[in-house]
């Protein structure tokens, strides 16, 4: 029946009570028959039906909901994921709007009929059904070429009438292939030895792969070939519905069979029985976990296997009770030599253990099936590790096994690679701020340099002039720390032996630490040489000796023991650390070990970072450990951090591993020079010359200018590399270009090339903050010098003279 429109029934409503005013006028008037009475009565009704007009009027009715027309584009937008395919079907299964994905995956093909093979079509038409008559439904499908999706199809709309699918891809592994494998290795002898014969059989009852001991129980031969045969027909019932092998003719003990799915873990959905394999575990009767009359506890055997294996694997009880757990599952959870708790929930933070014990209920009461739920331990709750859960089914109490895989050392090289990365960024940081100083720093030292050639000792100026350029040094001391760190530093490397570089800074290192700390130096046998810097190796000892000699005076008196040892490392040594940082080969290694206060487990991690320090203010610049990080790391080593924090003021230790590269001559090859003996020192030049000064930054190059002019030489100025080629293409004569190296528009190596095209045999001096060694490799430029930034006045001509000197002695063809 249907309701009547408000309208009529507001006209039937006013109909009425003109009605009853007629009547009650008609009444009124018959029986008082009174002219002022009638017409008061008439007055007074008027009033009162305008006043309830005027109430019914202004009546507010609520409008229907108007809902636009469907504008499929905008759908299409706003459902479009490169990772996920979303399709909207309608009532009659047509294709109403899809995401660019869906296109690619599928063409224009409307669920179910997709190009997947035949079974996966049935799911498919299946989820479709489920999904009108349940409001939703999903499936694992796949293609004929293994491509596997899982599909989702839910009910929406306002009349419920569209199905909304969403289908993303899965990338399986074939686990079904590996276990056939393995029941042929290791896993089917160890199972053979607990008394378990394993085989893996198809859902139609044949037999894909077995191990020896099965081959061996069912037919007597351990190298018989199972592949094909029929698994139920190896087996019989006995009296008393006891299961026994053929081949025994009922002389045998009664046996248990235990049934495994074999279903994919990256798969959430209950696995097919149709079409998912099956691993059959046969043993005999009294064997496997709870079959001691409802005990509970575990039966040797089974309990033997799977401790031996590396995989972390429990059970549980149908309540969610732990029955049983192997050490690769309590090392998982960081519970390494602990008892299992009574429930595994224990393991889990407070928000994740009802989520835990719901799946664990719900994998024990339905159906076999697989599934994984993620979940944050106790131990690493910062990290979120994978458990897998299996339903299982004829192992007495036991009903869910769960799977732990431990984790430790992914999320160790995890953060290993991010605080890599930082450290990287950090010295690329360092590295440019360090750069663009030196150009200040340089401009600063060459202004000083000329006012102290205009000014004599006891000069009122002379005084504060010395002190802005000690300042400056100062700070370029700074800036070289921070090219150390970020590896631009220019390293004077040679081959030599770690104790000599030991010997030489250990009597400077007894005065610096002082007497109350002891000094303890050992060495290996057969060390290998290395090649490095020395006095680059001399810093590191020194910045590693005083950070160890603060750590100690802080604790009480201020005695300690510093030991200084180096080590053989062989490569043998190197894999047996299982590092995924160090390559296998040869070290020679530099231990510093001091018994300090330790370094807390929260700095450990920031210990290298530049300006990073634990001291108190005014006593650390923070650069120390930053730079012995920098000159190892481009030196070609590594270097390690090991502390205990002491208690109560004692017990405190930190070490510190250098691993160096043992350095190898190749065969037939002559031994590297030393740096002293690698050219001999050139002659004192004083020929003059004309030099082309190329240098974007203003005040670098007018100090430069007037210093080289000073010297005799005539100067040629250029503010970039565009203009200092032009001068050497309009013909200009030059013996050397000093340059800089990164400048605007044609930086100081292209300038270089270009001007080498016209002046082959024309010397080029660099100027630069960066390495040498590393500008060398970049560049490429033979006939090429390099003198690093900051430098005085004295320097830039000592080096112009040196290079000058050099080219001069050169033969001419």
Known sequence: MTEEPEALRQSRATLLVALALVVSSILVWLVSGDVVLFAAFLAAMAVLATIGWMISGRRVTVPEPEFALPDWSVTVAAIDRPDMAIAVTDRAGRLTCANSCYEDWFGGAAPPRLPIDAASLDRLADTMRSAWRDGSGGAEVSSEQGQGWRVEARRSGRGDDFLIWRMTQVHSVDLVAELVGHLDGKLGRGLAKGGIAAALVDPDGTI??????????????????????????????????????????????????????????????????????????????????????????????????????????????????????????????????QLPPTYPTDLVVKEDKRALSEAIRRFAQGPAAAGDIAIRLTTQPDDPVSLSLAGVRGLGEAAVLLGLTDTSEETRLRRQVAQATKMQAVGQLAGGVAHDFNNVLTAILGTCDLMLMRHTPGDSDYDDIQQIRANSNRAASLTRQLLAFSRQQTLRPEVLQLPDVVADVSQMLRRLIGEKIQLVVTHDRDLGPVRADPTQLEQVIVNLAVNARDAMQSRGDGSGRLTLATRKVTTTDVRAMRSEIIPAGEYTALIVEDTGSGIPPEHLGKIFEPFFTTKEQGKGTGLGLSTVYGIVKQSGGF???????????????????????????????????????????????????????????????????????????????????????????????????????????????????????????????FMSGYAEEQLRKEIGIANAWFMPKPFSVQQLSEKVGEVLARTAKQPSD
């Open 208 to 337: 894909r792969a077995a191990s020896a001991g099965f081959a061996l129980r069912a037919t007597g031969d351990a190298m018989a070939d199972m592949t094909g045969q029929d698994f139920v027909s190896l087996l019989a019932q006995e009296e008393g519905g006891r299961i026994g092998w053929v081949r025994d003719a009922g002389r045998g003990g009664p046996l248990v069979l235990y049934h495994v799915p074999v279903a994919d873990p990256d798969f959430s959905l209950e696995p097919d029985p149709n079409t998912t394999p099956s691993l059959m575990l046969v043993m005999n009767a009294g064997q496997g976990i709870g079959a001691s009359a409802g005990s509970g506890a575990a039966v040797p055997h089974l309990e033997a296997l799977l401790s031996q294996l590396p995989l972390g694997l429990a059970m549980t009880d149908r309540d969610g009770r732990l029955l049983f757990a192997n050490p690769a599952f309590m090392r998982a959870a960081g519970r390494e030599a």
């Open 639 to 765: 270097i390690f951090v090991e502390s205990e924090v002491s208690q109560n003021g004692k017990g405190g230790c930190t070490r510190f591993i250098v691993y160096l590269p043992v350095y190898h001559v190749a065969p037939g090859a002559a031994p590297e020079p030393s740096a002293a003996q690698a050219e001999p020192a050139p002659s004192q030049w004083a020929g003059g010359g004309s030099i082309l000064l190329v240098e974007d930054e203003d005040p670098v190059r007018i100090v430069a200018e007037r210093s080289l002019k000073r010297q005799g030489y005539v100067v040629t100025c250029a503010c970039d590399g565009e203009e200092g080629l032009e001068l050497v293409r309009e013909g200009g004569q030059f013996d050397l270009v000093v340059s800089d190296v990164v400048m605007p528009t044609m930086d100081g190596p292209a300038m270089a090339r270009e001007i080498r095209k016209i002046a082959p045999e024309l010397p080029v001096l």
